[in-house]
């Protein structure tokens, strides 16, 4: 897929640098970079759902239901297990 952004010159510069210094193409540099990204905001969410669920003050009796709930959507949307 093709994407085109707008970066500062110095994080250009630096993915430029990288990129030669492994190897390899900006592109795929950029795309490792998106794909980290992607994940760490994924493990985020799912730690804060997982918080939001575990961290109220009174039990619920469908807490455990919605917990199991919430955990297989955040599996199914993953790339690894949670």
């Given at each position: ?18 990129a ?33 669920l575990?961290g ?15 955990l ?11």
């Open positions: 897929m093709r994407l085109t952004v707008t970066v500062p010159d110095d994080v250009a510069d630096q993915a430029r640098q990288l030669t210094e492994s190897e390899r193409s900006v592109s795929s540099v950029v795309a490792e970079a998106i794909a980290g990204h992607v994940a760490t905001e994924r493990r985020r969410r799912a730690f804060g759902a997982i918080d939001a575990v109220s003050a009174a039990p619920d009796p469908n807490g455990a239901a919605q917990f199991d709930a919430e297989d959507a955040l599996r199914a949307g993953s790339d690894r297990e949670l």
